[in-house]
């Protein structure tokens, strides 16, 4: 299989807390359950990141197929998918899904979260992933895991912001555009009950 050779692209770059987040894009954007019909809206925004950033692994756009397989990991049992609305139009989204399949990872979870270009930067990621985090509290998950590419620091602020902290760093675990990619791994535990 070859290796994509596209470019890494652009991820906004402004400094945390720089009070981008109370744009009024953000106030306009609801955050609510996905639906079925917006899915297509959904791979649109994943498909671009697969594409042109090294935030997903993937080197292919996913298929309707593999993205339908996606939703239903990202829903089914007690899996929360959530979207960002605007205007009508699909913005963004964030799910949990399986972190790891054997019995006893049930507990845990690991998060995905994902926006339109346009739309980052105020406010509307960190809505978003608050909100997952209150669903999966409210189904019993213990701790949430995110992996996380260790340059996108976008993403490693914004979970950190939530508080979850660093407890992996893996070097060289992927490639992408012909070079290795380092994953962090960071997580949140969710409630303090003391027995399973
Ligand atoms: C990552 C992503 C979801 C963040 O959403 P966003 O709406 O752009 O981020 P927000 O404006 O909500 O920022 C939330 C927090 O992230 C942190 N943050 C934002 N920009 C940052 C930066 N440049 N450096 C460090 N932390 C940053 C801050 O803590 C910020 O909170 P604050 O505004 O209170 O300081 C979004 O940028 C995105 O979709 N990126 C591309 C896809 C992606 O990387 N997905 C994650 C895959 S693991």
């Known amino acids: 299989m070859s290796v994509p050779n596209a470019p890494q692209g652009a991820q906004h770059n402004r400094a945390p807390g720089s009070g981008a987040g109370d744009l009024d894009a953000s106030a306009q954007v609801v955050i609510r359950y996905a639906d079925p019909q917006d899915a297509g809206a959904m791979l649109e925004i994943f498909n671009r990141e697969v594409a042109q ?3 997903s692994w993937e080197w292919f756009a996913l298929s309707e197929e593999d993205w339908r397989a996606w939703i239903h990991e ?3 049992d007690d899996h929360v998918l959530l979207v960002a609305e605007s205007s009508g139009r699909v913005v963004g ?16 979870a690991e998060d ?8 980052r930067g105020h406010g ?10 209150d669903e999966a509290r409210a189904r019993q ?3 949430m895991v995110a992996a996380i590419t260790s340059e996108n620091l976008v993403s490693i602020g914004l979970h950190q912001a939530l508080g979850f902290e660093q407890v992996g760093y ?21 409630d303090n009950r003391p027995t399973p």
């Open 74 to 76: 990202h829903t089914k």
């Open 53 to 55: 950033t090294i935030s």
């Open 93 to 108: 989204f964030s799910g949990y899904g399986t972190f790891r399949t054997k019995a006893g990872y049930v507990s845990t």
């Open 141 to 143: 998950i213990h701790v």
């Open 124 to 133: 509307v990621g960190k809505r978003l992933l608050a909100r997952l985090l």
């Open 112 to 119: 995905s979260v994902f926006l339109d270009e346009s739309f």
């Open 170 to 190: 893996l070097p060289q675990v992927g490639h992408k555009f012909g070079r290795w990619l380092d994953l962090v791994l960071l997580q949140i535990t969710l």
